[in-house]
């Protein structure tokens, strides 16, 4: 059975008219007719009634209209499958930071495995810079980096973290509303650094304070504050996706400040501009589905 035929038949019922089939498919009427008359003679029934100008649909047209609609969507799709398998490359390269590399990354690949199963994923871990050299330079397809803007790339924010002071199970601060940011100078502060201007608003509270934060430790590892403090050696103030599965099962709680409230590490993804666009929507809109489930955590 010939797909354009049913194509026309399909073209004619939407339409209405066998001129206007026509024009939407760039034929001629004849043309159109010719196929519908093929596909009478496959199919061996009239499917149209032709009475002057007006056409309406047989009965025998009526039964076979929502078989043509599923041939020819079925056949639309396939093209739309074929057509973006040849564009697909064998292997994507994906450059992230640390924190991308733990937290986002084991969530991201499997579904876009699932969604593309031909591709295969080589993962950078490296900082923001070496990322976006990479990018430029065609080493890597897409990256995910700190909030950039770069006149080569397409950059787009990925998710948003909040910052929260994360206190251990049993800490003082739990169900206390009275409590302050002046009062964490009171217990032991494990500070993770990365250097990002988010961090430096955190640095001008600090400054800010009567009473200065009690810092006994300094790392430039989220997985190392994050332990610590589960290890109740002091409290810290962490992005919330690093700690989500801790909140989870209770043993690190968020303290809430007005004074750090819309403060978050911001994540972007970066691609070459027009190109790999297929993944770099994908990733974005699975990205975009974390960020909402860190929101309802919180």
């Not at 073209?11 to 008219?17: D, E, L």
């Not at 080493?139 to 910052?163: C, M, Q, T, W």
């Not at 650094?193 to 009567?210: N, P, Q, T, V, Y």
């Not at 009690?214 to 919330?240: M, W």
Request: charged share 20%.
């Amino acid at each position: 059975m010939n797909i354009e035929n049913i194509e026309a038949f399909v073209y004619v019922i939407h339409y209405g008219s066998f001129n206007k089939a026509a024009e939407v498919l760039f034929l001629s009427q004849p043309s159109v007719t010719a196929r519908i008359q093929s596909l009478e003679r496959e199919l061996d029934c009239r499917l149209f009634e032709r009475i002057g100008k007006q056409i309406s649909l047989t009965d025998d047209g009526k039964k076979f209209l929502p078989y043509a609609g599923q041939l020819l969507q079925t056949f639309q799709k396939s093209k739309i499958q074929l057509k973006q398998k040849r564009t697909l490359p064998n292997e994507l390269r994906v450059g992230c930071t640390v924190s991308v590399s733990n937290y986002i990354i084991p969530t991201i690949i499997p579904k876009l495995k699932t969604k593309y199963p031909d591709v295969n994923y080589k993962l950078t871990t490296a900082s923001s810079e070496e990322i976006i050299n990479k990018v430029l330079n065609r080493e890597l397809d897409f990256g995910f980096v700190r909030n950039i803007s770069h006149p080569n790339l397409l950059s787009a924010k990925a998710y948003e973290d909040p910052i929260r002071l994360y206190v251990y199970e049993g800490h003082p601060f739990i169900g206390n509303e009275a409590i302050c940011m002046e009062d964490i100078g009171e217990y032991p502060l494990v500070f993770f650094e990365c250097g990002s201007l988010d961090w430096m608003r955190i640095h001008r509270l600090f400054a800010s304070m009567k009473q200065p934060p009690n810092i006994e430790f300094q790392t430039d590892t989220l997985e190392t504050a994050k332990k610590l403090v589960v290890g109740r050696v002091g409290i810290a103030f962490l992005p919330s996706l690093c700690v989500e599965q801790e909140v989870k099962e209770g043993k690190l709680f968020p303290i809430q400040f007005p004074e750090i409230a819309g403060i978050s590490l911001q994540t972007n993804m970066i691609v070459l501009n027009g190109e790999n666009t297929l993944f770099f929507n994908s990733a974005l809109e699975l990205c975009k589905g974390i960020a909402q489930s860190i929101r309802d955590t919180i």
